[in-house]
């Protein structure tokens, strides 16, 4: 890949030594002849991105999660420095940044592109999750019941806590947690696992790219809560039933040459 020339830092301040970190990232750049923005604005200024080779995130996956819409809109790349727990997206550790950040100014890196999901609701408003779309009974702990449809078909109607639509990346979030299958990142598929089943057949479905999904509150005590990537997905309450597909978007994740996703598999889930 091309050396980077010019590149910014995003520190997540509330995380203990994220801004120590960005403070020498910016001077390892420096000292390899890259131009380097920082800031510790977190969510970022708008824009801040634009005209970037690349972006590097001090933080966890929350932290990098909060970039993705900037980095979609100007498509630059991003790399994360794990200051968090699991750190699936933000696979590089402070104590990685003396030896594997140098050679990623110099070209050796590659960008993974991940696919994200595109959701809208009745009225039209759309966005796109990088890990998963969450729809829940309510706050009152009640079972819940909803009905998911590929298209026009009915797929089944569930009697669950809530259901986790996830993408290959967010497979190992809320999905896993909630008894889904991992998926390989390069898959373009949406995966989909209901939470807390009330029937034991209840199982996660896998469905590809190119199809369109609906889920639509059966009955409901409460009016559902729906969050994208752990925030809510929409400003008001969303008028159903909501859409789901594969966005025409990707997220362009940085990585480091030879990276391998199954090495980290092994490591954070101690598959030994």
């Excluded at 708008?46 to 979609?72: I, K, P, Q, S, Y």
């Excluded at 259901?163 to 889904?180: D, E, H, K, Q």
Aim: contains cysteine; hydrophobic residues 40%; charged residues 20%.
């Amino acid at each position: 890949m091309k050396p980077l020339q010019k590149v910014c830092i995003i520190a997540n301040a509330s995380k203990a030594g994220a801004e120590k970190a960005a403070l020498r990232l910016k001077e390892l750049a420096e000292e390899n002849g890259v131009e380097a923005s920082a800031t510790i604005e977190f969510p970022p200024p708008r824009d801040f991105l634009e005209g970037m080779d690349a972006c590097f995130v001090v933080g966890g996956d929350g932290t990098l999660l909060n970039v993705m819409e900037e980095a979609v809109r100007h498509d630059v790349p991003v790399a994360g420095i794990r200051h968090g727990q699991l750190g699936f997206l933000a696979t590089f550790s402070p104590e990685d940044m003396e030896n594997k950040i140098p050679p990623i100014f110099q070209g050796s890196y590659r960008i993974s592109r991940r696919s994200m999901l595109s959701y809208r609701d009745k009225s039209g408003f759309s966005k796109c999750a990088l890990n998963d779309l969450v729809v829940k009974s309510g706050t009152n702990g009640r079972l819940g019941r909803f009905s998911v449809f590929e298209e026009n078909e009915r797929v089944a109607e569930y009697a669950c806590d809530g259901i986790v639509f996830a993408t290959p990346t967010g497979s190992t979030a809320y999905n896993l947690a909630a008894g889904g299958p991992i998926a390989h990142p390069e898959a373009q598929v949406i995966l989909m696992t209901p939470i807390s089943a009330h029937t034991l057949t209840s199982r996660s479905v896998v469905f590809p790219s190119g199809v369109t999904l609906k889920v639509q509150p059966e009955r409901n005590p409460d009016e559902p809560l729906v969050s994208a990537d752990g925030q809510p997905a929409f400003d008001a309450s969303p008028q159903f039933p909501l859409e789901i597909t594969v966005a025409e978007e990707s997220f362009p994740l940085l990585e480091e040459q030879g990276h391998s996703h199954f090495h980290v598999l092994r490591n954070k889930l101690k598959w030994g």
